[in-house]
Every structure is written in C-alpha cells, then in structure tokens.
C-alpha cells in the first residue's frame, strides 16, 4: 500500500511511495507525529538520479524488517534535495561540521524540534569497511533516545548553537580591484593540471564557473594563459569520457583525472553551464570544437530534457536496464568490442573502435569502454565517422533509457533560457532562442504569482509547493536578461526587475548587503542558510550580484548597482584564497571592472539587415558582461534606447561605460573593435 509520498510531485519522493516505510514529507506535521509519539525522525536526502540513493533505498527502505523498526520507532522524513535545497543545505553543513564530509544519501536523526544529534551518508545493509549497518544505527540511536535523552538533547543543542555561531567572514562590502582578480588567476594556475587540463585531482567536476571567470579576465587583461586554461580545459571535456560522444551532453563529473570514466548523471545545470561556456569560447577564439560542443549539448538538452509543457526536466539518471534486467550505471553508454561490431560489422567496427578509444581491455567494467575521442595520428574519413556515429546512435536508442527526472527547477531552467538563447543567437539557430522563449514563458505562466514571487518547481504543468529560494531569484533573472539581449523584447527586463526587486527586499540583509539563500519570511529552519561559495551551479549570492549588476548596466538603477557591489565584497574576501570555489563571483567582478558596457543598437526594424548586423556583433562582443538593448528610436522598451537617433537614416550602436559613451557608430567593425574586451 502507498505511503504518504503518493500525493507529492518530486520524481524522488514518488520513487518511494511504495516503500514499506511511513514514509512523511518535510513538515510540520511530521514533527507534531514525532513529539506526541516521543520518537527521534530520521530524516533522508537525496535526489533521483542519485545512485547510492538507489543501492540504500533498494538494500534498506525496500526492505520489510527495516521497515517495521524504522516504523516503530522512528518518524521518517524524506526530502527531495533538489525541491528543497534550504533543507538540505542546513543539514549538510552540521553533516559536514561534524564528519568532515557529505553527500548523498544524507541520513540524519533529528529530535522532534528538528535539532540534528546524530548524521551519516550511505549506510549498509550489514556491516562493512569499518561502517556499521543501518540496522546497527537505527538500532544504537533508539537505545540513545530511550536510555541517554539528556545527552542527545545536550548533543542537539551543541550542533545548533556551533551553526548559529557559523557566520560568514564577509570581509569589506568592496568589490575586488584588479589586484584581487590577478591573485585568483595565481592561485588557479597553482591548482591547474597543465597535462590534463581542470583543477585538482580525482573526482573532477567540470568548472564551468571558472572557466566564464577566465575568459572574462583574458578579455579583460588579455593575460594568455587565463585562454589558455580555460581552452584547454574544454577541450580535454569535450575528448574525455564525461562528454557523451554520440548523443551531446555532458555527464555530472569524471571519476579519474583524465576525464575517461564519467559519473554518468546528466545534470540540466551541467549541461546548460557548460553550454554557454563552450558558446563564450567561441566567441573568444572561433574554435570549431567550441562551436560543435556548444551547439549538441543545447540540442541535447532540447532533445532529451525538454517537458511536454515546454520547460526542462532536471536530470537523467546515471543507472538504466542493462538489457538482462539489471539496473547497472552507465549501461546506456558504454561499448565492448563486440558490440561495436554487432552494430558496424567488422571493418568499420575497427575504425570505430580507433576513432572512439574503444579497447578488449575496457576503460569501465567488465570490458566495457566509455566512448572518448583522443587525439590521434592520421586522418579520418569525416563522413565516414559521421555515418558510424549515426548508427551507433541509432543502435543505443533501442537500449533500454535511463529514468527522467521531470520536474522543472525554476533556477535550472534559468540557466537553460541564457544558454539557449546565447547559443541560438550566435549560431542562427532561431529554433534556439524558441526553445529558450517557452521555457521562459512557462517559468511567467505557472511558477511566477502575481506579486512575482517564485515557486521552485513544477511537474506536469502542475507548480509544486515549495517557494523559490536566492538561486531561483537570481538565475531565473539571469535568463530573462539573457533573452531580452537577444530577442529585443524589453518584457523579459521587466520579468527580471521584478525578480531582482524580490532580491533587494526578502534575500538583502539591510546592514552588510549579504545575502541569504531563503526569503526573509521564507519557513524558519534551524539556521537561516547563507553559502556563497559555488558548488555544482553557481551560488544564489554570487548569481544575484551577476544579475543586479546586468540589470543595473540596463537600467541605470543605483540600488541594484550598489546592491551587487556590496555582495561582491564576499568574493573580496574568498576570491584570492579559493577561486574555484567562487568561479561566478569572480566572473562578475571582472565585469564591474569593465564598466560593464552599455550597448544599444536602433534601427528602423529589427529585421533589417543592417540592424541585425549591428545587434549580432553587438552579442559577439566579449567585454565581460556586457549588456544589449535592440530597438527601434521610438521604441520605449529599454532604457538603455531612450535619445538614441539613427546617424543619418542608418542603424548605429552606441556604447557607454562608466557614465562616458563613445561616438554611435554605423560600422560592424568598428563595434567589433570597440566590445572586443
């Protein structure tokens, strides 16, 4: 019989309905359950595409006896990560605090006042490496709640009076100088692996906020081996194991430091970062692999993330059928030999092996290869590859898929709606910008009420229950000023004004300008969560100051303008000492110290050919975080337009930074001069 999580619409918590637990979702119910029964809740986090999720929720949760212990005497929570990340955020700090690690599964025990006292990741079914088993937990903890309350509660009380006491060193509420900036790029290139390409060693987690940060400062600077960095990095991707060589798109990180295994997740976060990266890097260098890697990975995320009601799933997951019943990671993707010939026959099957790095040996399990493309010497036939891609293609269609995780984040999406658009423009794929218009559409429609406040997720055309947290705000705005750069539609500013206003009222703190990753009437936790460093995406804090600043440069707003100086003050602070962990922030201040740019171009329509020359070299302009504002004279959809005539009868662009404007011009190559960074 279903549980309690067959009404909820998280993908994840629909996973567990049928599990013997009572399972409850967060609530202030399940806490009510738990003090009128005298019980601890056990509470559980994680995500559907989470494959240690899977093995415990298979080896524990699925199990009858376990069941019936945990049903005892315990109330148990589960929580989707990615519907509430405030939740998970709070808890995984104390996991951290007091473990010195975290992931998930998060498991932690918790007393009715929703206190943590006692914390784990994954457990066993039966004791292992030196971990003991769930049932040794569950167990150890009830003896702990019935014979030593006293002591967990002084345990409880500990935790959350060592978090309240966790506040952020915020340094000075100045942006980074120049000086700030140069001693990041340092401290990367301490931390770069020069022969593989990425920062640091196992697992390697693509980084794409670093690498927007590297390209902005050699635009900036001009400093070579910031290019070179990042050029690299993306190219090391883009041929290792982690970029899916058939179908586009990235998995979530490589096992290895050579980018040959991939954890196979694909995240839309990921893929919609990494996108635009590869977009930007194009624009710097006019690399063809940037331009082929930017182009699949956004018809990827068209093709297989894209929801019926126009928005984009979060993820697919990293375990499917291997074909004898078995749910195995990454069987989708992999190939032995045989199979290659199966699909091929034996000649090309050779080539393909050799193209694609495919050995008898295996770079996974059980003789199986990732598919990669190494550098090789020689020649290929590119049509030849082409039509082995294809049928291969073709041939892994008939596989069974790995699961969808359908449910639309509102920040995820954001991301999607900058890549999309960025990627459509420069590309002249309109079907792009389309794609990026209804997701935008759909965000206004079902996730924005009508004071515009934002709802995190949806599924299904339904909007979800929980409210939007900072990095909803932030990305989403992020989007839409993405969208009105490249569509010329001024609404889309609009939308994100609203958004940004939200920011500078319920996410500000008034004294310091730092940011809070929920609301201020936002459900009160144990601590109000504040993390500005960037993780898997950028940050709430760090994605806010972005956007404050982008809509500051459109709007000439000096309180969205102050607002992101004061919250770059954080990246002050951390920027020289931990630059890979706060890629967006640093990527931001580069744009402060470029103005950034104001561009407005005016044309008697926006389809005419001289104008759209202008707009599109006006968006292939590198000048870190410049922004676009396309239009007729008449038009009083940007402000960035207003007394903006055509020089004599012909589409110009002006461009202004700093309070200071240069002479309009009616020259694409001027322009491309003047915004070449």
């Given at each position: 019989?279903?549980?309690?999580l067959?009404?909820?619409?998280?993908?994840?918590?629909?996973q567990?309905?049928?599990?013997?637990?009572?399972?409850?979702?967060w609530?202030?119910?399940?806490f009510e359950?738990?003090?009128?029964?005298?019980?601890p809740?056990?509470?559980?986090?994680g995500?559907?595409?989470?494959?240690w999720?899977h093995?415990?929720a298979?080896?524990s949760?699925?199990?009858?006896?376990t069941?019936e212990y945990l049903?005892?005497?315990?109330?148990?929570v589960?929580?989707?990560r990615?519907?509430?990340?405030d939740?998970?955020?709070?808890?995984?700090e104390?996991?951290?605090a007091?473990?010195g690690?975290?992931?998930?599964?998060?498991t932690?025990?918790?007393?009715?006042?929703?206190?943590?006292?006692y914390?784990g990741?994954?457990f066993p079914?039966?004791?292992?490496?030196?971990?003991?088993?769930?049932?040794?937990?569950?167990?150890g903890?009830?003896?702990a709640w019935?014979?030593?309350?006293?002591?967990?509660?002084?345990?409880a009380?500990?935790?959350v009076?060592?978090l309240a006491g966790?506040?952020?060193s915020?340094?000075?509420?100045?942006t980074?100088g120049?000086?700030?900036?140069?001693?990041?790029?340092?401290?990367?290139t301490?931390?770069?692996?020069?022969?593989?390409?990425?920062f640091?060693g196992a697992?390697?987690?693509?980084?794409?906020?670093?690498?927007?940060?590297l390209?902005r400062?050699?635009?900036?600077?001009?400093?070579?081996g910031?290019l070179?960095?990042?050029?690299?990095?993306?190219e090391?991707?883009a041929?290792?194991?982690?970029?899916?060589?058939l179908?586009?798109?990235?998995?979530?990180?490589?096992?290895?430091r050579?980018?040959?295994v991939?954890?196979?997740?694909?995240?839309?976060y990921?893929?919609?970062?990494?996108?635009?990266?590869?977009?930007?890097l194009?624009?710097?260098?006019?690399?063809d692999?940037?331009?082929?890697?930017a182009l699949?990975t956004?018809?990827?995320m068209?093709?297989?993330?894209?929801?019926n009601?126009?928005?984009f799933?979060?993820?697919?997951?990293?375990?499917?059928?291997?074909?004898?019943?078995?749910?195995?990671?990454?069987?989708?993707?992999?190939?032995?030999p045989?199979?290659?010939?199966e699909v091929?026959?034996?000649?090309?099957?050779?080539?393909?092996?050799?193209?694609?790095?495919?050995?008898?040996?295996?770079?996974?399990?059980?003789?199986a290869?990732?598919?990669?493309?190494?550098?090789?010497?020689?020649?290929?036939?590119?049509?030849?590859?082409?039509?082995i891609?294809e049928?291969?293609?073709?041939a892994?269609?008939?596989?069974?898929?790995p699961?969808?995780?359908?449910k639309?984040?509102?920040?995820?999406n954001?991301?999607?709606?900058?890549?999309?658009?960025?990627?459509g423009?420069?590309?002249?794929?309109?079907?792009?910008?389309?794609?990026?218009?209804a997701?935008?559409?759909?965000?206004?429609?079902?996730?924005?009420?009508?004071?515009?406040?934002?709802?995190?997720?949806?599924?299904d055309?339904?909007?979800g229950?929980?409210?939007?947290?900072?990095?909803d705000y932030?990305?989403?705005?992020?989007?839409?000023?993405?969208?009105?750069s490249?569509?010329?539609?001024?609404?889309w500013?609009e939308?994100?004004?609203?958004?940004?206003?939200?920011?500078?009222v319920r996410?500000t703190d008034?004294?310091?300008?730092?940011?809070?990753?929920?609301a201020?009437?936002a459900e009160?936790?144990?601590?109000?969560?504040?993390?500005?460093?960037d993780?898997?995406?950028?940050s709430g804090?760090?994605a806010?100051?972005?956007?404050?600043?982008?809509?500051?440069?459109h709007?000439g707003?000096e309180?969205h303008r102050t607002?992101?100086?004061?919250a770059?003050?954080?990246?002050?602070?951390?920027?020289?000492?931990?630059?890979?962990?706060?890629?967006?922030g640093?990527?931001?201040?580069e744009?402060?110290?470029?103005g950034p740019?104001?561009?407005?171009?005016v044309?008697?329509?926006?389809?005419?050919?001289?104008t759209?020359?202008?707009?599109?070299?006006?968006?292939?302009?590198?000048?870190?975080?410049?922004?676009?504002?396309?239009?007729?004279?008449?038009s009083?959809?940007?402000p960035?337009?207003a007394?903006?005539?055509l020089?004599?009868?012909?589409?110009?662009?002006?461009?202004?930074?700093?309070f200071?404007?240069?002479a309009?011009?009616?020259e694409?190559?001027?322009?491309?001069?003047?915004?070449?960074?």
């Amino acid at each position: 019989m279903p549980n309690r999580l067959a009404h909820e619409t998280s993908p994840y918590l629909l996973q567990h309905a049928d599990n013997p637990v009572d399972w409850w979702p967060w609530s202030s119910e399940a806490f009510e359950e738990a003090r009128k029964r005298n019980v601890p809740v056990l509470l559980s986090v994680g995500y559907s595409s989470c494959h240690w999720c899977h093995v415990m929720a298979h080896e524990s949760f699925e199990d009858e006896q376990t069941a019936e212990y945990l049903n005892a005497h315990y109330v148990s929570v589960k929580v989707d990560r990615e519907e509430r990340p405030d939740v998970d955020a709070v808890y995984m700090e104390a996991v951290q605090a007091a473990t010195g690690q975290g992931g998930w599964p998060m498991t932690v025990f918790l007393t009715p006042d929703a206190e943590p006292f006692y914390f784990g990741t994954y457990f066993p079914p039966g004791p292992r490496q030196g971990m003991p088993s769930f049932r040794q937990v569950l167990q150890g903890v009830h003896q702990a709640w019935d014979e030593r309350r006293d002591e967990v509660a002084e345990v409880a009380g500990k935790i959350v009076r060592d978090l309240a006491g966790r506040e952020i060193s915020y340094g000075d509420a100045q942006t980074p100088g120049a000086e700030e900036l140069a001693q990041a790029l340092l401290a990367l290139t301490r931390e770069y692996d020069a022969q593989r390409g990425g920062f640091g060693g196992a697992p390697k987690f693509p980084p794409s906020m670093v690498l927007e940060f590297l390209l902005r400062h050699h635009a900036r600077t001009g400093a070579e081996g910031a290019l070179q960095m990042a050029r690299d990095t993306c190219e090391r991707m883009a041929r290792g194991g982690m970029y899916d060589q058939l179908g586009g798109g990235f998995a979530r990180y490589s096992v290895d430091r050579d980018w040959v295994v991939p954890h196979f997740e694909k995240m839309l976060y990921d893929n919609a970062l990494l996108c635009r990266v590869y977009a930007h890097l194009w624009r710097a260098t006019g690399s063809d692999l940037a331009r082929r890697v930017a182009l699949e990975t956004a018809d990827f995320m068209v093709r297989e993330l894209r929801t019926n009601e126009g928005g984009f799933a979060s993820a697919l997951d990293a375990d499917s059928d291997d074909g004898t019943g078995r749910h195995v990671e990454g069987a989708y993707y992999v190939w032995t030999p045989g199979q290659l010939r199966e699909v091929l026959g034996e000649q090309d099957a050779e080539l393909a092996a050799q193209v694609f790095g495919v050995t008898e040996e295996g770079t996974f399990e059980e003789g199986a290869s990732v598919l990669q493309l190494p550098v090789r010497d020689g020649v290929f036939d590119a049509e030849k590859v082409a039509s082995i891609r294809e049928r291969l293609l073709a041939a892994r269609a008939e596989r069974p898929a790995p699961g969808r995780d359908d449910k639309v984040v509102a920040a995820w999406n954001g991301l999607a709606i900058a890549a999309l658009a960025e990627t459509g423009a420069y590309f002249d794929r309109p079907d792009l910008v389309e794609a990026a218009v209804a997701a935008a559409d759909l965000l206004v429609r079902l996730h924005l009420d009508e004071q515009a406040r934002l709802t995190r997720t949806s599924k299904d055309g339904h909007a979800g229950a929980n409210a939007g947290v900072l990095e909803d705000y932030a990305d989403v705005a992020e989007g839409f000023l993405a969208l009105a750069s490249v569509t010329g539609e001024g609404v889309w500013l609009e939308f994100a004004g609203f958004l940004l206003d939200h920011v500078l009222v319920r996410f500000t703190d008034p004294e310091s300008g730092s940011l809070y990753d929920t609301a201020a009437d936002a459900e009160r936790l144990i601590r109000r969560p504040q993390d500005p460093t960037d993780n898997a995406a950028p940050s709430g804090w760090t994605a806010a100051a972005n956007a404050l600043l982008s809509y500051a440069a459109h709007t000439g707003s000096e309180p969205h303008r102050t607002a992101a100086e004061r919250a770059l003050g954080v990246v002050k602070a951390l920027g020289p000492r931990v630059p890979r962990f706060i890629g967006w922030g640093l990527a931001a201040a580069e744009a402060v110290l470029d103005g950034p740019r104001e561009v407005a171009v005016v044309g008697p329509a926006l389809d005419d050919e001289g104008t759209r020359s202008l707009h599109r070299t006006a968006l292939l302009g590198t000048a870190p975080g410049a922004v676009v504002a396309l239009g007729t004279p008449e038009s009083e959809e940007f402000p960035l337009l207003a007394d903006r005539p055509l020089v004599g009868g012909e589409p110009a662009a002006y461009v202004c930074r700093n309070f200071t404007c240069d002479a309009p011009t009616t020259e694409p190559d001027r322009l491309r001069t003047v915004l070449s960074g």
